[in-house]
């Protein structure tokens, strides 16, 4: 069955640190991977996502993420963060065969931005 | 605009009465999905539709029903509602195919609270 760890629930930058959240998932084939963003109140918004190809993928918003095969990794970047990035943050697996095209989430990471 | 609209946004009631949570999506997508998001579980896969009169269940399925008459909506039915199914609700769809189809779109999501 698929998974999706995100060890960090909570995370605290300053406002232009660098920022990498992490992300690990068991699949037993070619994962679909992706990175939702959720603003309070707000719905799920896709940051990226990654299918093939190319392992270092960009997103919106500044964001970039990195599979990295070897490691069942998807972490997210982003070079300098801004105080509208406070959210929580969600990585999600999906299925590249079968019928339910079903996202395994993992638990989110919430992060804050001190001015 | 495309679009996952979901109603209500909303919704306090008491267990046991019926209710149904609205989802209609504009983009013409098979498939869709009901998710349930919960504080520190993520968001968990209630069932899905791969096409009209085509559904099936997910990791929870347990006290709701759903229904696909039409493509564009997929109702999510909880017949005698209970507290532990208070909860944040998000509809999602996405086409059918790979690659780069993949992206479910989300709904703004409906908060149930069941007293």
């Known amino acids: 069955a698929q998974s999706v760890t995100q060890p960090d ?4 930058v300053s406002e232009g640190a660098s920022l990498e959240l992490r992300c690990n998932y068991s699949y037993g084939a070619t994962p679909y991977l992706f990175w939702y963003v959720q603003s309070p109140g707000q719905g799920l918004q896709l940051l990226l996502k990654y299918f093939s190809g190319d392992t270092l993928v960009q997103g919106i918003k500044g964001f970039e993420a990195e599979f990295k095969r070897s490691q ?3 972490n997210l970047r982003k070079p300098s963060v801004h105080w509208s990035d406070a ?3 969600f990585c999600a697996v999906g299925n590249s065969g079968g019928s339910n095209y079903k996202l395994t989430f993992g638990k989110g990471t919430l992060l804050t931005v001190n001015p | 605009e495309a679009q996952v609209t979901q109603n209500p946004r909303y919704l306090i009631t008491v267990t046991g009465k019926k209710l149904t949570v609205t989802c209609s999506q504009n983009m013409n997508h098979e498939y869709m999905s ?3 998001q919960d504080p520190g579980l993520g968001l ?12 099936d269940k997910g990791d929870v399925p347990e006290g709701y029903k759903v229904s696909r008459k039409e493509k564009r909506n997929f109702p999510l039915i909880l017949e005698s509602p209970s507290p532990n199914q ?3 609700y998000f509809c999602a769809s996405s ?6 189809n993949q992206p479910q779109h989300f709904g703004d999501g409906t908060r149930l609270s069941i007293l």
């Open chain 2, 86 to 88: 208070t909860s944040l």
């Open chain 2, 95 to 100: 086409p059918l195919g790979r690659g780069d």
């Open chain 1, 87 to 89: 959210a929580e943050y």
């Open chain 1, 72 to 74: 069942s990794s998807f």
């Open chain 2, 34 to 36: 009901w998710y349930r």
């Open chain 2, 44 to 55: 968990r896969q209630i069932y899905y539709s791969m096409n009209v009169e085509v559904t």
């Open chain 1, 9 to 12: 629930i909570h995370i605290t």
